[in-house]
């Protein structure tokens, strides 16, 4: 089945770090991919759209200049969490959507990544 | 804008009986799609069911089961003969149509299984 990596899973790093964070469909195409950030017990919230060559759309109050995403490939989306502050510290998940011209699509349109744990020290 | 709202944060069930956790949700919308996501402890989100906004059948995975009313907005989720391994956190989620794949995501519902 479709499946969708993130790396790394958990990130340890000092305050004023930047922190770059992949996400990869292993076996589709996704042209367009989503970033959620979810604090503890709490629900995935929507960051940002990201599309193949082109911006990404930023969901209200979230700061584009703090998190840059950047999809250069129909297989490959990064998140780069810039200048990373305590108040960055949460978990965070991508997933990736199945074009809608492949066989995939039909079995489960939208595939999430395992998230990356990240800590800011 | 929409909204899904789970009303139950926390809910409880005995190994073997049937447990539902509740959704609603608000839209203008007449095409969508609503799921149900489980996230255990690993964290990982994986789909238990979904379903599709024009069709009148309740979608059924296994033990798992959906009372979908349109006209009410409500989506719940019940699970029959619990098990250990349903213990996890459970989220409703809506999709429009027309939306790309964007997902709004329910405050979600942690389900304790007892033995």
């Known amino acids: 089945g479709a499946v969708v990596s993130q790396h790394p899973s958990r990130v340890i790093c000092k305050s004023g770090t930047s922190v770059k964070i992949e996400c990869r469909s292993l076996?589709?195409?996704?042209?367009?991919m989503f970033w959620y950030r979810q604090f503890p017990k709490q629900s995935l919230m929507l960051m940002a759209t990201s599309n193949e060559g082109s911006k990404a759309t930023y969901e209200q109050g979230v700061e584009k200049d703090k998190f840059l995403i950047n999809h250069a490939s129909l297989t490959l989306s990064t998140l780069t969490v810039t200048s990373a502050h305590p108040e960055d510290s949460s978990f965070y998940i991508c997933?990736?959507?199945?074009?809608?011209?492949?066989?995939?699509?039909?079995?489960?349109?939208?595939?999430f990544g395992d998230g990356t744990r990240l800590s800011i020290l | 804008a929409q909204t899904v709202t789970q009303s139950q944060p926390e809910m409880s069930v005995q190994e073997a009986e049937t447990v539902t956790l509740s959704c609603t949700y608000d839209t203008s919308e007449s095409d969508y799609y609503l799921f149900w996501y489980k996230q255990p402890p690993s964290r990982q989100m994986i789909l238990v069911i979904r379903q599709e906004a024009y069709k009148q059948q309740n979608a059924t995975e296994n033990r798992f089961s959906v009372n979908f009313q349109k006209a009410a907005k409500s989506f719940s989720l019940k699970i029959s003969d619990s098990q250990l391994g349903d213990a996890a956190m459970y989220f409703c989620a809506y999709r429009a149509g027309a939306s790309y794949g964007k997902l709004t995501f329910g405050q979600g519902t942690i389900l304790t299984v007892h033995p």
């Open positions: 076996d589709f195409q996704a042209t367009t």
């Open positions: 997933s990736a959507r199945v074009d809608r011209d492949s066989v995939l699509y039909s079995n489960q349109p939208q595939h």
